[in-house]
């Protein structure tokens, strides 16, 4: 039982190590805010590409290395919880994080790849949606499309809150474990939490209307203006 703690605090630690925040230093940008957005516009397209597939695998190594060791499977997916809660509650960045979006996809992936793929469908027409919107913006060159964005989405911030919850509906129906499948409604349960109170105390201090505060954070994973 000592071990299998040990391994679970091993990898939220790896889940927290600050990547981005070394990246946005190295490349003299602002560490504040959702740093995946300051890596792309920053320091462009490739560095915010390699920041996300840096999260990823974050969740992907932490499944293979607990199966490599031969860890108990609802160990190996607590590790893989663990890694995403260190992604959003980093104890190196005062427990103010990112999403977690990316590092639970490797993490789903990993343990379960058929639902994974099954559950994606959503956030991939989101994504799309959201290409297509910037494909259509008039004036500026492709680079800056591509570097600058098309602003706020509200097709794939849906679509990704989509994803992780038919996750563990998914999981169900095609019989996987029932460790994987509590542990894709644990993924989908502090995905949420997370989407509801980073910044929220902003929401408060102006008195906003908490309700709608409260649902535009759950399907569009962003405060009112």
Not at 59 to 79: K, N
Not at 103 to 115: D, E, F
Not at 160 to 178: C, D, K, W
């Amino acid at each position: 039982m000592l071990t299998d703690i040990t391994m679970i605090v091993v990898f939220y630690f790896f889940g927290a190590f600050p990547h981005l925040y070394l990246l946005c230093k190295l490349h003299k940008i602002s560490t504040s805010g959702d740093l995946h957005m300051n890596l792309w516009q920053g320091a462009g397209p490739f560095w915010g590409i390699t920041g996300v597939l840096a999260d990823v695998f974050k969740g992907v190594a932490t499944i293979l290395i607990c199966y490599a060791i031969g860890l108990d499977l609802w160990v190996i997916v607590a590790c893989g919880l663990a890694a995403v809660v260190g992604q959003m509650w980093p104890v190196f960045s005062g427990f103010d994080g990112e999403k977690g979006n990316t590092v639970g996809l490797g993490m789903a992936v990993t343990l379960a790849y058929m639902p994974t793929l099954i559950a994606l469908i959503p956030a991939l027409i989101g994504l799309i949606s959201k290409l297509v919107k910037l494909l259509r913006l008039k004036g500026q060159s492709t680079r800056t499309r591509f570097t600058k964005g098309a602003g706020t989405s509200d097709a794939l911030p849906i679509g990704i809150a989509m994803t992780f919850f038919i996750l563990p509906i998914a999981a169900y129906f095609l019989g996987e474990p029932v460790e994987i499948v509590v542990g894709f409604v644990i993924l989908f349960a502090i995905i949420m939490i997370r989407r509801l109170t980073q910044g929220i105390t902003k929401d408060i201090k102006a008195k906003r209307k908490m309700g709608r505060v409260l649902l535009n954070r759950l399907l569009l994973d962003r405060s009112i203006k």
